[in-house]
T-cell receptor, first 112, second 111 residues
């Protein structure tokens, strides 16, 4: 009963480096999303997907790319890391897409 | 107009007391209002949710009160327990799948 699995749990990057945050779910959910959580700001939607092959931008998409080639996986790519992208990143999935119900435990990302 | 304003930022309640967290919104297009609970090092977990055609929803010790005319909703935790200590987020949903989140309330229940 894995639910939503995010890897890695922690990562330190240098400015300008690229990396991919992985997210996988085993609940056959169509809807998946990526959020960032910063102190005192709640969660902000980066990108979301309503099914394989379909993605769309959320509130703060700049500097991030996503793709959805399978129902299970929804990776988030940082193209050229910047210190402003230091944050905790959460992936979520939902059966009906109306609202995220299942969150992973997050990736804590620091960019120096 | 897209904001959801949550208060207080932090809250300390004695064990057995009532914890109350408030949220306010401006956009009348919001049509779904969930509350999430988050423990340190974990992702948020859906606690309870309400739609604007209902004024109150209760699940165990947790109750959402919704005031459509005032554009406010609140979470009440009755008989608060130390295990309820967590960060609570209100949110509001539009039909385009986007959730707008409040800034969170850190709740501490003192034994």
């Amino acid at each position: 009963n894995a639910g939503v699995t995010q890897t890695p749990k922690f990562q330190v990057l240098k400015t300008g480096q690229s990396m991919t945050l992985q997210c996988a779910q085993d609940m056959n959910h169509e809807y998946m999303s990526w959020y960032r959580q910063d102190p005192g700001m709640g969660l902000r939607l980066i990108h979301y997907s309503v099914g394989a092959g379909i993605t769309d931008q959320g509130e703060v998409p700049n500097g991030y790319n996503v793709s959805r080639s399978t129902t299970e996986d929804f990776p988030l790519r940082l193209l050229s890391a910047a210190p402003s992208q230091t944050s905790v990143y959460f992936c979520a999935s939902s059966y009906d897409g109306r609202q995220p119900q299942h969150f992973g435990d997050g990736t804590r990302l620091s960019i120096l | 107009q897209q904001q959801v304003k949550q208060s207080p930022q932090s809250l300390i309640v004695q064990k057995g007391g009532i914890s109350i967290i408030n949220c306010a919104y401006e956009n009348t297009a919001f049509d779904y209002f969930p509350w999430y609970q988050q423990f340190p090092g974990k992702g948020p977990a859906l606690l309870i949710a309400i739609r604007p055609d209902v004024s109150e929803k209760k699940e165990g010790r947790f109750t959402i009160s919704f005031n459509k005319s005032a554009k406010q909703f609140s979470l009440h935790i009755m008989d608060s327990q130390p295990g309820d200590s967590a960060t609570y987020f209100c949110a509001a949903s539009l039909s385009n799948y986007q959730l707008i989140w409040g800034a969170g309330t850190k709740l501490i229940i003192k034994p």
